[in-house]
Structure formats: C-alpha cells, structure tokens
Nanobody, 119 residues
C-alpha cells in the first residue's frame, strides 16, 4: 500500500513552466506503473504520462512539452511541464499501480495539486 502525495501546483502565465512532485514512500523502486493524470472542471480525468520498468508513455497532450521522471533518492515521481497553455488548467493527480502500465489499473491516488495557467 502507498499513499501518493502531490505538490508543486501553482498559478502561472501561459508559456511558463512548473514541476509537479509526487512522493511515493517505499514505492519508487516499483517495476509497476506510476503515472500523472489531470481533470479539468466539467471534463473527465485524462492520462498525461505513465512509467514502469518496461516503458514510458506520453499522451498527445504531453508530447514535446512534459517529462515524467523519478528521483530514487527522494522517492519522488516528477512531472516537468514546459510551455504551459490555458487549456492545461486542471487538478493534477499522481497514481500508483500494482500492475504494469498496460493494465491501466491504478489502485492508489493522491489528493491532487491545482495548476492554473492564465494568458
């Protein structure tokens, strides 16, 4: 069992950058899936990027702008976001799975961190 804890959300102007953090104590070395998701008001939750022992996958919304990576010493999963756009405004969530990313099943979710991008 793991309880992801996100941080790093903020209000920024379009074109800016943010780095989101997700502490996953005791779970950073997992071979299974860790991922970032987001949900904007009135919209469904969507996957941004996921990583496991076999693969790193980005959705189209993230390709070329966002990078998912781990810091093993800090037991933290990160999402580096560059070139932010107003449509990136959402609550961002970190999730951990007990399976590989291909399963798309995530058992553990954080509380979220808010990202707001203004013109």
């Amino acid at each position: 069992h793991v309880q992801p804890v996100e941080s790093g959300g903020d209000s920024v102007q379009a074109g800016g950058s943010l780095r989101l953090s997700c502490v996953v104590p005791g779970y950073i070395y997992t071979k299974f899936c860790l991922g970032w998701f987001r949900q904007a008001p009135g919209k469904e939750r969507e996957e941004i990027a996921v990583i496991d022992a076999d693969t790193t996958r980005y959705r189209d919304i993230a390709k070329g702008r966002f990078v998912i990576f781990k810091d093993y010493r800090k037991e933290t999963l990160y999402l580096q976001m560059n070139g932010l756009k107003p449509e990136d405004t959402a609550m961002y969530y970190c999730a951990a799975s007990e399976e590989y990313c291909a399963s798309r099943q995530f058992a553990y979710w954080g509380q979220g961190t808010q990202v707001t991008v203004s013109l």
